[in-house]
């Protein structure tokens, strides 16, 4: 019996030793490769140079996260509306197809008697079930369809930050692009309509910091 | 007072400019042809040309018209000549008529931009112009009519 006791703690004593040595190991070989692991599981566009000012620095974490907040408004109705996936814009809080069933057209202004300006006046129309305004109204041409309606974060970014999907933009044509009228305008969509989910003020800087941080497009 | 150009005369007007076009031609200058049918560009009743782009003059303030040229359905044609209104009589399209002064302007546009449109063509380009009476049909075979018209040269009434 004692021998049978002895035999067990010598069975047993030996793998307990090595198992607490293997883990001071293993905990100690984490550290020094933590290192050298990203810390964000993030893909890096090198469509657009990141900034290297000494004032600048590239923070992916940053930069996905204003990302992300950028995407919420890029697919409100305001936006979106105007970047379908198909060739008619849609309309409305519930981005229905635009009644009527107006079509895009080569260049984006519609077709025949039912291009854009045809309706949609240089300003908001007053009233409700009235077409709101801008002396730009259009869609994006046929060759560059912009299209914004189904893209997931990752899709959206890589597509913003491709001169050729995104309106063949620099870097810094995409930072104006923020006081773009149109881009503006949603802000003021006329009555009936709801304004993207955040300020502009704070659209703008999520926007800006999303490429001055170096223009990560997130993982999803 | 604003000057405006319609169907090739010039008129004096003394109204706001915020002012829509439709309320303008009808009451100020005696066009009756265009028609109020919703006030919100969702019906075409009230379709006219400016310089030839077919506009909803319910929503268009007339400041917008200002140094520009303005065509309603009485200046579609000197003599009502045009191919589309010779086939509208031929095949008597109208019922009530009401939508017919807008269904004719689109349908110009886009006799001018395609002169041999096919029934897509004339979805595109009539689907913002509704008929309550739903001559939609006689619509589509008029466009076809005065399309073949105006490639035989017969516009002549």
């Known amino acids: 019996m004692n021998q049978q006791k002895k035999n067990f703690r010598l069975n047993h004593y030996v793998p307990v030793r090595t198992i607490v040595v293997m883990l001071i190991i293993s905990v100690m070989i984490g550290f020094i490769t933590a290192g050298f692991k990203d810390k964000e599981s993030v893909v890096k566009d090198d469509s657009i140079t990141v900034n290297h000012d000494e004032h600048y620095y590239a923070d992916s974490t940053e930069s996905v996260a204003a990302f992300m907040q950028v995407y919420k408004v890029l697919m409100s109705p305001r936006c979106m509306n105007c970047h379908p996936s198909g060739d008619i814009p849609l309309q409305g809080d519930d981005s229905h197809l635009h009644t009527m069933s107006p079509q895009r057209g080569k260049d984006g202004k519609g077709v025949y008697a039912m291009k854009c300006a045809n309706c949609h006046q240089p300003e908001n129309t007053p009233g409700l079930h009235t077409p709101p305004g801008n002396p730009n109204w259009h869609l994006p041409a046929a060759d560059m369809k912009l299209v914004f309606q189904g893209r997931t974060p990752n899709e959206l970014a890589k597509q913003l930050l491709d001169p050729s999907q995104n309106g063949h933009k620099s870097k810094e044509q995409l930072v104006a692009h923020a006081s773009d009228g149109l881009v503006l305008g949603a802000w003021n969509p006329g009555e009936g309509r709801s304004v993207p989910p955040m300020s502009y003020d704070d659209f703008k800087k999520a926007w800006l910091t999303w490429i001055e941080k170096g223009a990560y497009a997130p993982q999803q | 007072m604003i000057t405006l150009n319609v169907n090739q005369k010039k008129y004096e007007v003394d109204v706001d400019p915020n002012t829509t076009l439709l309320w303008v031609i009808r009451d100020e200058l005696g066009l009756t042809g265009t028609k109020f049918g919703c006030g919100v560009a969702q019906c075409g009743a009230c379709t006219i040309h400016l310089n030839g782009e077919a506009v909803r003059s319910c929503v268009t303030k007339v400041s917008r018209a200002v140094g520009q040229t303005i065509t309603t359905i009485e200046g579609l044609s000197k003599n009502n000549n045009h191919p589309l209104q010779l086939a509208w009589q031929e095949i008597d399209a109208p019922q009530c008529g009401y939508c017919h002064s807008g269904q004719l302007m689109s349908a110009a546009v886009l006799l001018r931009e395609n002169p041999n449109p096919t ?35 017969n516009t002549k009434g």
């Open chain 2, 119 to 153: 029934d897509e063509d004339i979805d595109s380009a009539m689907a913002g112009n509704i008929c309550r009476c739903g001559t939609y049909l006689r619509i589509r075979k008029g466009i076809h009519l005065a399309a073949e018209m105006q490639r035989k040269g």
